[in-house]
């Protein structure tokens, strides 16, 4: 059974930084795709990153050069390195990963930037 757990949420003010973990329960190599997606107060959930198991890297427009997606095998842990925070970076975040087809999500965790 697959469990996906967020931490490192919090406040914090414009221009500053955070750094997301994912503690992941399974098989961790047999995740093709691992992503951080979130969702802001009445928005729909938006993809943010998403890592293969190769490595490849994806990001949505507006974080390109400001967040870093990563992944260590070796702890089965996801990460999301978010510098440069903006107000509109505001959102629950949740880690997902992708295997033999299914869609696993943890919790979320909450990123308020706000001075």
């Known amino acids: 059974q697959v469990q996906l757990v967020e931490s490192g949420g919090g406040l914090v003010q414009p221009g500053g930084s955070l750094r997301l973990s994912c503690a992941a329960s399974?098989?961790?190599?047999?995740?093709?795709?691992m992503g951080w997606y979130r969702q802001a107060p009445g928005k729909q959930r938006e993809l943010v990153a998403t890592v293969t198991n190769g490595g490849t890297t994806n990001y949505r427009d507006s974080v390109k050069g400001r967040f870093t997606i990563s992944r260590d095998n070796t702890k089965n842990a996801l990460y999301l390195q978010m510098n440069s925070l903006e107000p509109e970076d505001t959102a629950v975040y949740y880690c997902?990963?992708?295997?033999?087809?299914?869609?696993?999500w943890g919790k979320g965790t909450l990123v308020t930037v706000s001075s």
């Open positions: 997902n990963a992708v295997t033999l087809g299914m869609y696993y």
């Open positions: 399974g098989s961790f190599a047999s995740f093709s795709v």
